[in-house]
């Protein structure tokens, strides 16, 4: 079975420090994606970053880039120079696209992230 | 940048109603879903649709829910008789392919409250 875990319920970060949000997960698909998204207060869920099973490189997108130890199983996101705004719930969620579950996000349950000035 | 749109932004329902929540995702996909977020909870899969199709559905989407894209353009979620416990709210997703690297963008979401 599939399973994505984040373990901090929220956190605390002062604007411009960095914050690495964590996230493991399992997997027996050898090909899978791993997302994060970021929900503000207003509730829509937005887009961050993915990275690929097979991608030879951590993934990056602007402040966001993602810590991908494939043997330790883990995808940590890591914001770099927090702004204010960057205050959100933040999800990592994964696919595994065998047959029957291409298109199936499985969602953490998601990290608090409070930037403070 | 494309987004995925989603209508109602928020509906209020009394128990036992139908209610269609719609979507029109990002024009050139080809995969569309639905999610849901029950307050507080994680985001569960409801449906995955494509080629005119469900290709996957979950526990959850049970005989009250149906999906349809009526027009080449809308996707839409019915629930024929709404209870307490269908209150959450709502996420339509669109993808391109099944390529592994393509992504999946979420609309705003549709808060549904049932009362």
């Known amino acids: 079975a599939q399973k994505i875990t984040q373990t901090q319920p929220g956190m605390f970060v002062q604007e411009k420090e960095a914050v690495t949000l964590d996230c493991t997960y399992d997997?027996?698909?050898?090909?899978?994606?791993l997302f994060w998204y970021k929900q503000p207060s207003s509730g829509e869920m937005i887009f961050l970053i993915y990275?690929?099973?097979?991608?030879?490189q951590n993934a990056t997108e602007g402040r966001y880039s993602l810590n991908f130890q494939k043997a330790r199983k883990s995808a940590n996101l890591v914001i770099s120079a927090s702004q204010l705004g960057d205050s959100a719930m933040y999800f990592c969620?994964?696919?595994?696209?065998?047959?029957?579950?291409?298109?199936?996000?499985?969602f953490g349950a998601g990290t608090q992230v409070v930037v403070t000035p | 940048e494309p987004e995925v749109t989603q209508t109602p932004s928020h509906q209020v329902t009394q128990m036992g109603q139908e209610v269609i929540l719609r979507c029109v995702p990002i024009?050139?996909?080809?995969?569309f879903y639905w999610y849901r977020q029950i307050l507080g909870q994680k985001v569960e899969f409801l449906v995955s649709?494509?080629?005119?199709?469900?290709?996957?559905k979950s526990e959850i989407f049970d005989d009250q829910f149906s999906v349809e894209r009526p027009d080449g353009s809308n996707f839409t979620l019915k629930i024929r008789s709404t209870k307490l416990e269908d209150s959450a709210m709502y996420f339509c997703?669109?993808?391109?392919?099944?390529?592994?690297?393509?992504?999946?963008?979420f609309g705003e979401g549709s808060w549904l409250t049932v009362v």
């Open positions: 997703a669109s993808s391109a392919d099944r390529s592994g690297v393509d992504t999946i963008y």
């Open positions: 997997t027996s698909d050898p090909s899978y994606g």
């Open positions: 990275q690929g099973s097979y991608d030879q």
């Open positions: 969620a994964m696919r595994a696209p065998s047959t029957d579950s291409w298109g199936k996000l499985q």
């Open positions: 024009s050139n996909h080809l995969y």
């Open positions: 649709f494509y080629n005119n199709e469900i290709s996957e």
